[in-house]
């Protein structure tokens, strides 16, 4: 059966410095679809990227990247020259069947100004 | 965007009493999911639908039924609410072929109290 764990709770940083979220995604599956996401004090949910098995590289959007380490099951997530607005709630999310993803619990990010 | 709406959004109900929550969606979408989120759990999974009147449990389907019976809405009941379902459900679409390989579109949430 396919686990999701976030071991970082919370997690605090400066205003500018680069900041990455661990997450670990094990699975027995050949091929994988991996998610974040961020929940805002808002509350709402957003997508913010996936990756799946057939993305070789490192990915890059914007002040967001991530990358898949299979030896190690870790999908990380880091976010640069952090930002205020930055402070969330982050998933991570594997996929946990044909029709359904399973989530970590989570990881408090606390940007200070 | 893709037009979910989950209502109502917020509500208080007794213990024993049935709730029932509804998920909106306009586009048609065939994957709809029920999540609850906790503090220190994320979000499970309640049940899902990959089609109208197919439906499955997820991790913590107990105490919860569902129905599909068109498209575009998705009903969660708690057949005899306990202080346990406290809770704010979001119901979530995916606007894959298959859907664990897309990202959800999430509504913006019920928050459940049971008192």
């Known amino acids: 059966a396919q686990k999701v764990t976030q071991a970082q709770t919370e997690i605090s940083v400066v205003e500018k410095e680069d900041v990455t979220l661990d997450c670990v995604y094990e699975?027995?599956?050949?091929?994988?679809?991996l998610f974040w996401y961020k929940q805002p004090p808002s509350g709402e949910l957003v997508f913010l990227i996936r990756?799946?098995?057939?993305?070789?590289q490192n990915e890059i959007s914007g002040r967001y990247s991530w990358n898949f380490q299979k030896s190690t099951s870790s999908f990380n997530f880091t976010i640069t020259a952090s930002q205020v607005v930055d402070s969330a709630v982050y998933f991570c999310?594997?996929?946990?069947?044909?029709?359904?993803?399973?989530f970590g619990t989570g990881t408090r990010l606390k940007v200070l100004a | 965007d893709a037009g979910i709406t989950q209502s109502p959004r917020h509500k208080v109900t007794e213990t024993g009493t049935p709730v029932t929550l509804r998920c909106h969606q306009t586009e048609n979408h065939r994957y709809m999911y029920w999540y609850r989120q906790d503090p220190g759990h994320g979000l499970r999974l309640i049940h899902y639908?990959?089609?109208?009147?197919?439906?499955d449990k997820g991790e913590v389907s107990d105490g919860y039924s569902v129905s599909r019976s068109k498209t575009e809405d998705f009903l969660l009941t708690l057949e005899s609410a306990t202080s346990s379902q406290t809770s704010v459900y979001f119901c979530?679409?995916?606007?894959?072929?298959?859907?664990?390989?897309?990202?959800?579109?999430f509504g913006s949430g019920t928050r459940l109290t049971v008192v």
């Open positions: 699975t027995r599956d050949t091929t994988y679809y």
């Open positions: 979530a679409i995916s606007k894959g072929g298959q859907g664990a390989n897309y990202g959800y579109t």
């Open positions: 990756r799946n098995s057939f993305d070789e």
């Open positions: 639908s990959y089609g109208v009147k197919d439906t």
């Open positions: 999310a594997g996929r946990g069947g044909t029709y359904k993803y399973i």
